[in-house]
């Protein structure tokens, strides 16, 4: 089980602040079960950003749908024709989700409108890669789609470290450097001067407070 809570409303609204259309993805998996992100959710935030835009003047155009799971290339290969029509695209997954939704669609933008705190869930059969660090507090908006925190193996926040060699981490030959991978993603979008944005240390307390957490829905507990 993953749990993840939307970021506010103007914060999402900052990261596309420059668009005209934009296509707000919920996803029907874990997020739909917490209640944040599933088709329910992404209509009234996409009726609030409307609404935002609609009030300073500036009409904001969305398109809204609802992916089975975000964090299956099969299910996001199907958004192509509306991701392409759009100026940017809103993931209301988990931080698996918009990494998916922006490699498939390396340029357009791909922004985060959740922040992943909590994952439970199967321990066997199968095989997974980790995608998202919950640190309960997303950049993807800022870092091309691309989570620092578990895909740089050293989690630098403002990389890279120096290390790395043709694109490849310094730990292992045979890792991509996550920081190449962020800088070649903002290039093909345009968009290397968000790059100058210094982040701050991450605040870990808003996910990690130590020992093995239980999350339980407020509205069902007794």
């Known amino acids: 089980m993953i749990v993840a809570e939307q970021k506010p409303i103007a914060e999402i609204a900052g990261y596309i602040d ?28 996409a009726a609030a950003l409307r609404i935002k835009r609609r009030l300073e003047g500036r009409p904001l155009e969305t398109v809204t749908c609802t992916a089975t799971r975000q964090c299956d290339p099969e299910y996001i290969d199907d958004l192509a024709d509306l991701v392409m029509d759009a100026d940017a695209v809103i993931s209301l997954a988990c931080g698996v989700g918009p990494q998916y939704l922006a490699a498939r669609f390396p340029d357009k933008q791909v922004v985060p409108a959740m922040n992943t705190s909590f994952a439970g869930g199967s321990n066997g059969h199968g095989v997974w890669e980790e995608y998202c660090g919950l640190c309960g507090d997303c950049v993807l908006s800022l870092t091309g789609g691309i989570c620092p925190i578990i895909r740089c193996a050293k989690s630098i926040l403002n990389g890279p470290c120096g290390g790395s060699q043709y694109g490849k981490c310094e730990i292992n030959k045979d890792i991509d450097c996550a920081w190449q991978l962020i800088h070649d993603r903002l290039k093909a979008q345009g968009r290397l001067e968000t790059l100058k944005q210094v982040l701050p240390p991450k605040d870990w307390s808003r996910s990690r407070d130590g020992g093995p957490r239980k999350i339980s829905r407020e509205d069902v507990m007794t």
Do not use: P
């Open 18 to 45: 420059d668009c005209n259309k934009v296509l707000l993805v919920g996803c029907a998996g874990c997020v739909s079960i917490c209640l944040t992100g599933g088709e329910k959710e992404t209509g009234i935030l």
